[in-house]
């Protein structure tokens, strides 16, 4: 009988140290690179734009917000051009931190914008890992330019007196694109329906909510009926 006790107490033993070692010593393992794993599973590893989002992705951004350096070496592995800003205050209470003015990248821009670093990030992301992808599934072509109604813009949310994303460059705002071939897709006028360009921007909406934290479209209000709003705020939402 008290061996049968002392083997439940050795095997309880064996499975608590077993818990620890998996709990601390995993990580710590990975920290301290004494085992190889593939960056993209490697939460302490930047995150690369090129490879295809896993689980960690999301956290890979957030670690962006606080720092810039980081972000910009991000930044670097995607195609995006862009040209890094210093921090300012282009008006009353709305600073800018962080921030990069993008050009484009394989995708034209209707205009360069500026954004936050992290914005940018998800941009990048968005436009290799969804866009092109529902483009090509939906039509058989690239989008060749994406149509936005701009980035920066120091005001409050509509009938509220917090401030908008927008305030802190924080969230892109945008209304269409154009394929290929010349056509264009216009959330105004494309949404509704079933069509191809309707089911694309469906498509092109989930894409962006994996990739950004707040993604409002059409049906979420009448004020988001033109455009898709793409924040990098506190809150996730995909509406």
Not at 29 to 38: C, H
Not at 81 to 91: E, G
Not at 199 to 225: E, I, K, M, W
Request: charge should be positive; glycine fraction near 6%.
């Amino acid at each position: 009988m008290p061996s049968t006790i002392c083997s439940r107490v050795d095997v309880r033993q064996f499975l608590i140290a077993l818990l620890i070692f998996v709990v601390v010593g995993g990580p710590l393992a990975l920290y301290r690179q004494w085992i190889d794993v593939p960056p993209r599973w490697n939460p302490w590893a930047p995150l690369d734009l090129r490879d295809t989002p896993n689980w960690l992705t999301a956290y890979k951004l957030r670690r962006l917000q606080s720092d810039a350096e980081l972000c910009r070496t991000v930044l670097d592995t995607s195609a995006l051009r862009y040209v890094a800003l210093p921090d300012s205050t282009p008006a009353v209470d709305c600073p800018l931190t962080n921030t990069v003015r993008v050009q484009g990248s394989d995708v034209r821009l209707s205009s360069s914008f500026i954004a936050t670093c992290p914005v940018a990030a998800a941009f990048a992301l968005f436009e290799r890992h969804g866009l092109q992808p529902a483009a090509e599934q939906r039509f058989g072509q690239r989008v060749v330019q994406v149509d936005h109604v701009g980035s920066f813009a120091c005001r409050t949310i509509a009938g509220s007196q917090r401030r908008s994303q927008h305030a802190s460059a924080n969230a892109l705002d945008i209304v269409g694109f154009r394929l290929d071939d010349g056509r264009r897709i216009s959330v105004l006028r494309d949404w509704p329906g079933e069509d191809d360009k309707s089911l694309f921007l469906r498509q092109v909406q989930q894409a962006a909510c994996s990739s950004f934290n707040t993604t409002l479209g059409p049906d979420y209000n009448a004020a988001h009926r033109d455009h898709f709003h793409l924040d990098m705020g506190g809150f996730r939402m995909c509406r």
